[in-house]
């Protein structure tokens, strides 16, 4: 399959009291052509900074790009200048921010806001950027688009905030989507036309969707792979359907034990003790190993390889390592 995007060995920092604490430590992956990869993990886990990194949007400083490469088509984006990625943002690749909120602007009307993508990469003329905004409103199911073109941010709900913005990303027709936990703090019905929405557009349009989430329930909604995320390092990789009917390593095991099951009968839902450790505290090891339920002596002294333990499946654990041996690419 034809690689869109890929990700090697990206080391972000983020500087404080003079220490460099690593959010994304050695991160790999790969993105095909058309498909969605859904990646999950708790807050802290290093997701949204990875896909920030992606557009290279993280703030620098306090932020540092330490090591890596992240290749789009073939270039390296983080070799790119300011210019060169104004002109890759919104036409190449578009964003949907977890807050719509924060991420529009407030004094702005979300007609103007629309337009403005349009006519900066498609060099569309005022009038048409704002009929062309009507209409990318209309798409998204907004029910009085032209009423809504005329407002500004603060006089719509946050499920038509969120469908502004997935409009705005769907604008300049870009060949890859990452939404950043784009059905947070919605009910769970607009949670499924958000949904719907970036499905059905993905499908018409042969967009590569990367989607990042807390929440394996909506993954099994959308995704074709999954990439599961701990503490800055991916512990899991997997096609959905298998990462669901055998989920290898103990973390992804803990957040599938979380999500009610319609079909099956069950009182308190399970937890997974304690919580992601900060940047600055990060244990000796693997970093599950403080939470983890199957945590061995190695697993407190020794941190695991990320190795191949099928088609398309990697797993950092070990008690799986202990039974598989590292690829070339992944021993480098």
């Known amino acids: 399959m034809d690689k869109i995007l890929q990700v090697k060995d990206l080391r972000v920092h983020f500087k404080n009291d003079g220490q460099e604490n690593p959010a994304v430590d050695g991160v790999s992956f790969d993105v095909y052509r058309g498909e969605t990869l859904c990646i999950v993990g708790e807050s802290g886990s290093g997701k949204s900074v990875t896909s920030l990194s992606i557009m290279k949007l993280v703030a620098t400083p306090p932020g540092i790009y330490a ?15 300011s210019k060169q990625m104004g002109k890759l943002r919104g036409k190449e690749i578009a964003m949907i921010f977890q807050e719509p909120m924060t991420a529009l602007n407030p004094v702005h009307k979300i007609g103007a806001q629309i337009s403005e993508a349009l006519c900066i990469h498609e060099n569309y003329d005022k009038k ?20 809504c073109a005329n407002s500004f941010p603060h006089q719509l709900s ?10 705005m990303a769907f604008s300049c027709n870009p060949k890859m989507l990452i939404a950043d936990e784009p059905t947070t703090a919605l009910d769970v019905t607009i949670q499924a036309q958000i949904l719907d929405i970036i499905k059905k557009n993905k499908e018409e349009r042969g967009m590569t969707v990367i989607f990042i989430t807390h929440d394996l329930g909506v993954v099994a909604d959308i995704a074709q792979r999954v990439i599961v995320m ?37 009182g308190e839902l399970d937890v997974i003790q304690g919580q992601v450790p900060s940047l600055a505290n990060y244990p000796k090891g693997c970093r599950f190993h403080p939470r983890c339920p199957e945590c061995m002596d190695i697993c407190k002294e020794e941190v695991p390889a990320l190795v191949t333990v099928g088609e398309g499946r990697r797993v950092a654990c070990h008690r799986i390592c202990a039974q598989c041996v590292p690829t070339t690419e992944e021993q480098e």
């Open 67 to 81: 090591g890596g490469e992240i290749l789009f088509e073939g270039e390296d984006i983080l070799k790119k200048t």
């Open 128 to 147: 048409t950027a704002w009929k062309k905004a009507i209409e990318m409103l209309s798409m998204v199911g907004v029910p009085d688009p032209e009423r």
């Open 158 to 167: 946050g499920g038509m905030r969120q469908r502004v913005m997935i409009a």
């Open 230 to 266: 701990y503490a800055g390092r991916i512990v899991e990789e997997a096609p959905c359907a298998d990462l669901y009917a055998n989920p290898l390593h103990p973390y992804t095991k803990g957040l599938l034990k979380c999500i009610p099951r319609v079909d099956q009968a069950q």
